[in-house]
């Protein structure tokens, strides 16, 4: 029984980090290194992480640059920053990339708010997915004799509470995101 609460807790934990993950690459008005986590490099062949063939920092609240271990990955990282589709455009120097990012208009702002609602849902759904399925696995202990009415509608309660917990989590993560989003 604790070990089936247990699996459900890691499950959740799990979502609750996928989402996190999610919402950090909704850009706001402000530059973060974490908008361009997604994108990956055609490193000789190879698809690589932007950040694992050059440096990228927040210049000021506006521009990340992006410093190239090797000078001649410049135009390959361009190419990756336009075809990744996020709406920035790179400045390409010779030796940099600078990307300004530009401020987001109100309606943009209210888009990406929907945006973060809408992961936002999809992680509660997959919350509440997890709780059924500990709630059949109990069911299913309950019928095989294993388990007593009384110990799996306390576990079920068990389950109800963490979901409740990490949906809570959810909710106050959507909330700060979209402070941030509508932050001028």
């Known amino acids: 029984m604790d070990a089936i609460i247990k699996e459900a807790k890691h499950k959740m934990d799990k979502t609750i980090e996928a989402f996190r993950q999610e919402i950090t690459r909704v850009r706001t008005g402000k530059a973060t290194t974490t908008l361009l986590d997604g994108i990956k490099v055609d490193y000789y062949g190879n698809p690589t992480p932007l950040n694992q063939v050059g440096n990228v ?8 640059a992006i410093t190239p271990w090797d000078k001649s990955m410049i135009e390959a990282i361009d190419k990756a920053i336009l075809s990744a589709n996020i709406g920035l455009n790179p400045i390409n120097d010779g030796t940099n990339i600078k990307i300004p990012i530009p401020p987001l208009t109100e309606e943009r702002r209210k ?13 509660k759904i997959a919350l509440r997915n997890v709780r059924r399925e500990a709630n059949d696995k109990l069911k299913k202990r309950e019928k095989e004799k294993e388990l007593s009415e009384d110990l799996r ?6 389950i109800q509470k963490v979901t409740d917990n990490h949906s809570k989590t959810i909710d106050e993560m959507i909330t700060h995101k979209e402070k941030e989003i509508m932050e001028i």
């Open 57 to 64: 920092t927040v210049l000021d609240a506006h521009t990340l």
């Open 153 to 158: 509608h306390d576990a079920e309660a068990d």
């Open 111 to 123: 888009d990406l708010v929907k945006l973060v609602k809408k992961f936002g849902e999809d992680a």
